[in-house]
């Protein structure tokens, strides 16, 4: 690379290449665009583990992050940023997790409780589970979180979306309602249930937040500094 005459110029194959002849960004000689990528780590206080709530970026456009801790990973889609105060803002969020990738350390994990019984008919599989009429089930659980079970030897397997949710009374067990499930549990197994991994994400927790920024764009983008709320998490 040289700069000559007020230009700049580098080669490549052994060819002589002059830069800035267009307004093109992230294209190199001759070749299809490629997305420019800025990699810094937030590691104050090291000893510490920290929850990375946000990221902040101070620049003209906003950029996809990816992020990794030594406990978990992010993501943040560049249309997730909103600009305020001339500065884009976005909470963090975990990647999209689905099947047995989901994190099932997260507090978005719930139990239900241990299967009594089924009932299959058609593609419609009934759960029912055992408790008093007073105890009812885990009330966090909704429909459309993701149900599992555990064989009782550490097995997993996903049963599907959840389509109605019945509460113990009197008359009988409670119970949920899956269609089409992708595998049935019997008795004894205990059944859990794990919510959108990105539409439940609040923040992400680690000693350090290793960030990777990256943009796509053929027009000039200027980013200055990046910034993260970041407090001490308490287990």
């Known amino acids: 690379m040289v700069g000559m005459n007020s230009n700049f110029y580098s080669f490549y194959q052994g060819k002589p290449w002059k830069h800035h002849t267009n307004a093109v960004r992230n294209q190199y000689y001759g070749a299809a665009s490629a997305p420019s990528k800025v990699q810094f780590v937030f590691n104050d206080a090291p000893i510490e583990t920290k929850m990375f709530k946000t990221i902040e970026l101070e620049g003209t456009k906003s950029w996809k992050a990816e992020m990794t801790s030594d406990l978990h990973s992010g993501l943040i889609e560049a249309e997730y940023f909103v600009p305020k105060e001339g500065v884009f803002y976005a909470n963090t969020r975990r990647t999209v997790e689905t099947g047995l990738g989901v994190d099932f350390s997260q507090i978005s994990t719930q139990g239900l409780g241990d299967c009594s019984s089924t009932d299959f ?12 009429a007073t105890v009812g089930l885990n009330p966090i659980v909704d429909i459309g979180d993701i149900a599992y079970f555990d064989d009782g030897t550490g097995t997993l397997a996903e049963i599907g979306p959840i389509q109605s949710i019945s509460e113990p009374d009197v008359f009988g067990s409670g119970f949920i309602v899956i ?4 595998a049935t549990p019997i008795a004894t197994n205990f059944i859990f249930a794990a919510k959108n991994s990105v539409a439940e994400s609040y923040g992400l927790r680690g000693h350090y937040n290793d960030v990777t920024l990256t943009n796509t764009d053929t027009t000039v983008v200027d980013l200055f500094a990046a910034s993260s709320e970041i407090f001490k998490s308490y287990p």
């Open 121 to 132: 008919v058609g593609t419609t599989l009934t759960i029912f589970f055992i408790f008093p």
């Open 179 to 182: 269609k089409n499930p992708a």
